[in-house]
């Protein structure tokens, strides 16, 4: 069983940073994939970056050059790096995880930026 535990979410202020973190359990986290995906209010969740096994990267285009993705296979960790942030950031974050065709997903952590 799969248990992925977000954390980092907060309010700040336009042109801010934040450090999301998601830790996972179970012992195939370096094969999987890893994955934030955001859903602000009304709208659909989207996929904000995503990285691989081997630590390939993509990311949308509206965070592109301003949000990092990572992850740490020794600590069981993937982190969401973001900077300059705008108010249209603002939504729940949310860690997937994909192994092979299963998807787990974490509780999801709440990220304001106001202006």
């Known amino acids: 069983q799969v248990q992925l535990v977000e954390s980092g979410g907060d309010l700040v202020q336009v042109g801010g940073s934040l450090r999301l973190s998601c830790a996972a359990s179970?012992?195939?986290?370096?094969?999987?994939?890893m994955a934030w995906y955001r859903q602000a209010p009304g709208k659909q969740r989207e996929l904000v970056a995503d990285?691989?096994?081997?630590?390939?990267?993509n990311y949308a285009d509206p965070v592109k050059g301003r949000f990092t993705i990572s992850r740490d296979n020794a600590k069981n960790m993937a982190y969401l790096q973001m900077t300059s942030l705008k108010p249209e950031d603002t939504a729940v974050y949310y860690c997937n995880m994909r192994i092979l065709a299963t998807n787990y997903w974490g509780q999801g952590t709440q990220v304001t930026v106001s202006s």
């Open positions: 179970g012992s195939r986290f370096r094969f999987s994939a």
């Open positions: 990285i691989n096994s081997g630590g390939s990267t």
